[in-house]
């Protein structure tokens, strides 16, 4: 096995979205911590590269668990619609360059 094809194995793919998602949820949990304290924030283009990352569902899980963001149009619209492009995406990839 060539060592793009173990770097691109499923199993590391899917390790690797495990832990964006991980990363996004708790990402969005310790923002909402600070922003009771009153302390510095995670930027927001960083929450936005997270999901943009593949961690969508994460960052989304987090959003709404903690009531984080949920007021802020950007955020309620945007996670989703980068999620559900990702996932439209990996269909067609999947699609058509996988399935033969």
């Known amino acids: 096995m060539g060592e793009y094809e173990l770097l691109f194995s ?3 793919v899917v390790i690797y979205l495990l832990v964006i998602n991980v990363v996004g949820f708790f990402m969005m949990w310790i923002d909402k911590a600070k922003a009771k ?10 929450l936005f590269t997270v999901t943009l990352l593949g961690g969508g569902f994460g960052t989304i899980a987090g959003m709404y668990t903690f009531r984080h963001k949920t007021k802020k149009l ?8 980068i999620l ?17």
């Open 84 to 100: 559900l492009s990702e996932i439209f995406l990996v269909i067609y990839v999947v699609v058509k360059y996988v399935i033969k």
């Open 10 to 12: 499923w199993k590391t």
């Open 74 to 81: 950007r955020f309620t619209i945007g996670f989703p619609v």
């Open 37 to 46: 304290r009153g302390s510095w924030r995670i930027p927001e283009n960083t």
